[in-house]
């Protein structure tokens, strides 16, 4: 499973593609507000900007470009 | 496409002087007739030239310019020398952006900014407070505006080394449908060096989120080429704006590099000439098989020899006439560079309040593409110089009774195969009182000398190294003469500058300079175990002497010449290579130095050679002491050396 609630926090695992986008929504809407990116390799656009729409915490280590390029964006680091 | 655009570049810029001219006309003559009319023509064509390529700001500019006329044509605006003056900045900055798109395909990148500024400023006279024309296209200000938010990122890749690419992404809303991933595309750009991604519109609240209507627009810079980067994104690219980042260097930047011309455009009968001079030299080189053959034959030797000889000969002239030709197709009028400097004194005189009539003559005189290049930085010095220093204020010119407009010339043109320029105004002139003063300060001459010296010759030291007349260093001029800067050059041009002054009454400058690269006729010496060659203009003879006829003099030595006692310097001391032990007879170039002449001892003398000097380029160009190299006939090369500069 790609996407995975547990405890409070919500876990984006291996590669999240456009599917995942729905049950994520749903996390979201239910009142979750972290997020664990441990062992993510990729995630689609639409999962992407649900994490920017919902800005929740962001826990873990994804892979390299997401941590460089993307993680940031979510964090609002870079917004201009 | 390319035809188009060439076309246009010539017809945009004779659009541009036709209107400038009309401009300068009225500006002088309010009611000049035809000129007004000829100025609206004008602007009005190249507008819509510019329409047709990408060159939106400038069409921004040129349609506030329309404006502006119109409304004066109607009469609804009264036509003024500030309508005039403010029309003619926008034709120079036209013209400088036509000089950015020559080079580089494309405006640069505060060109809408300054489009706006120009356009707002051209309809202030008209009383319209907004301009009302079309807005220009986003496409050149995100760019801009990615690059300064990112500048901390990006910080020394945008000088130039590294070509950039931007790219800005606005996936459509039903992307994810057509299998779309906007994050693995951006993971897929190959050197990526800034990324960001946000929110085309504001976020739904999370209940009405639909996750699967893409909101995102991306915008990234990239060092990858345009070409990998659309082939990356080839299958959406109406959803892609890709573009060079362009050179972010101010404007008018002079330099050299900047200056130089890629192309030359060439007439076909030159070419034609060339064609048959290679024609005969084909004849010539076949005769040598056959002058071979004969020495084969074991003739008489002096009848081959003279068989040879005239060989030599019929190739001298054929590589003489070659020469000429080639230096011919490379000579470019002095037009361009002369249109600069008209467009930089009317922007000085403005700004320092002068009132000056600049007038420009000679200007289709052709000189070499390399001579014409180098010229430029000399002329502009010597052109800032006289519209800072030598036109007066007109409260100054009032008070000196003379006429309030000033006038500064700028006239070329050629004496055989040479070019003579003259700057001249009626300006204040060169104070000798000032010269002297500061030729004691900075202790260019023994005070007693300078007092002696008659004011023509004072007014000759502004040339000396490290002098500086400005008590202020404008920010204009910058040091405010460095006219040894501008003897430099222009002697390294192989050409001479004189200067008259008188003060009160202006200043007139002359460089005088041949027009082509010609060939130099170099001495060989023989320093130790290395050769140099030594222009044989500057050496005034050679001579042999016996050693004993060597004197020491206090630390130096001297020789006797006809009567006369020579100091004498031995060369390899002066180039700091090894002296080899003196033995046998001195060698010994007289030559004039700057206070009389003196010998300069070599090892031996070599052959005499016609050969063509190559000055030095890059970091070696400033070194002192030579003036270039030459390559030799068995491929060596050989330093020319700059006598003047070594003796120093």
Request: aromatic share 4%; net charge negative; glycine share 8%.
């Amino acid at each position: 499973m790609t996407v995975a609630a547990d405890n409070g926090t919500v876990f984006l695992t291996g590669c999240c593609g456009a599917e995942d986008a729905e049950p994520l929504l749903k996390h979201f809407q239910a009142g979750l507000k972290r997020v664990d990116l441990g062992g993510c390799d990729h995630i689609h656009g639409a999962v992407l900007q649900l994490l920017m729409a919902a800005r929740p915490a962001i826990t873990g280590e994804p892979s390299e470009f997401l941590s460089s390029w993307v993680i940031p964006l979510i964090s609002g680091l870079n917004s201009p | 496409m390319d035809d188009l655009f060439e076309q246009f570049m010539i017809e945009g810029r004779e659009l541009i002087s036709k209107a400038t001219d009309d401009l300068v006309a009225l500006e002088k003559d309010l009611l000049a007739p035809g000129r007004f009319d000829g100025a609206f023509r004008a602007v009005h064509t190249l507008k819509g030239s510019v329409a047709i390529f990408d060159l939106a700001p400038m069409g921004v500019a040129l349609h506030a310019a329309e404006d502006l006329l119109e409304t004066v044509r109607s009469a609804a605006t009264p036509m003024s020398v500030a309508v005039a003056q403010r029309l003619l900045g926008c034709l120079d900055q036209c013209d400088r952006w036509m000089d950015v798109v020559e080079e580089s395909g494309h405006l640069p990148l505060d060109a809408p900014s300054e489009a706006m500024r120009i356009a707002t400023g051209l309809l202030a006279l008209t009383g319209v407070r907004e301009p009302a024309t079309a807005p220009i296209p986003s496409n050149q200000t995100w760019i801009a505006n990615l690059l300064e938010r990112q500048s901390s990122r990006l910080g020394d890749m945008r000088d130039g080394t590294r070509a950039l690419v931007a790219v800005r992404y606005t996936p459509r809303p039903d992307c994810f449908f057509a299998g779309d991933d906007p994050i693995s595309l951006v993971g897929a750009v190959p050197e990526l060096f800034a990324l960001e991604i946000r929110a085309r519109d504001d976020w739904p609240p999370l209940e009405e989120f639909d996750p699967y209507r893409c909101n995102l627009l991306i915008e990234l810079v990239s060092g990858a080429s345009e070409a990998d980067l659309r082939q990356l994104f080839r299958f959406i690219p109406d959803q892609v704006e890709i573009a060079a980042v362009g050179s972010l260097r101010p404007n008018d930047a002079p330099g050299p590099l900047a200056e130089s011309q890629r192309t030359i455009r060439v007439d076909a009968q030159q070419i034609d000439r060339l064609l048959d001079l290679v024609g005969e030299l084909v004849v010539t080189k076949n005769g040598f098989a056959q002058l071979a053959a004969l020495a084969e034959t074991g003739r008489d030797p002096k009848m081959i020899a003279a068989a040879i000889r005239a060989a030599q000969g019929a190739t001298d002239r054929l590589v003489g006439d070659m020469h000429r030709a080639v230096m011919n197709v490379r000579m470019v009028p002095l037009e361009r560079q002369f249109r600069r400097l008209t467009r930089m004194v009317r922007e000085l005189a403005q700004r320092l309040d002068r009132n000056i009539s600049f007038t420009v003559e000679g200007e289709e005189t052709r000189v070499d593409k390399a001579v014409a290049d180098a010229l430029f930085e000399p002329l502009l010095h010597l052109v800032r110089n006289a519209v800072d220093h030598g036109i007066e204020p007109p409260e100054a010119r009032a008070a000196a009774g003379k006429p309030p407009q000033g006038h500064l010339s700028l006239a070329a043109r050629s004496l055989g195969d040479q070019i003579l320029i003259e700057i001249c105004d009626d300006g204040a002139g060169i104070d000798p009182a000032r010269v002297r003063a500061i030729a004691a300060k900075r202790e260019i001459l023994p005070a007693d000398r300078l007092e002696e010296m008659e004011d023509e010759a004072a007014v000759q030291l502004i040339f000396a190294a490290g002098f500086t007349t400005a008590s202020a260093i404008t920010d204009v001029s910058g040091r405010g003469v460095g006219m040894d800067a501008v003897k430099t050059t222009i002697e390294r041009l192989g050409g001479r500058v004189s200067l008259s002054s008188k003060k009160g009454s202006g200043t007139a400058v002359s460089l005088r300079l041949p027009a082509t690269a010609a060939l130099t006729t170099v001495l060989i010496v023989r320093v130790g175990e290395e050769r140099f060659a030594i222009p044989l203009e500057t050496v005034v003879e050679s001579v042999r002497i016996p050693r004993s006829a060597i004197l020491p003099v206090g630390l130096g030595q001297a020789f006797v010449l006809r009567d006369r006692t020579l100091p004498m310097l031995e060369l390899s001391a002066l180039l700091g290579t090894s002296a080899t032990i003196a033995t046998g007879d001195a060698r010994i170039l007289v030559v004039d130095g700057g206070q009389g002449r003196l010998g300069i001892a070599v090892d031996d003398f070599s052959e005499r050679l016609d050969v063509m000097l190559r000055p030095m380029t890059g970091l070696l160009a400033h070194v002192p002491g030579v003036s270039g190299t030459t390559l030799l006939g068995d491929g060596s090369v050989l330093l020319i050396l700059n006598l003047g500069e070594i003796v120093g």
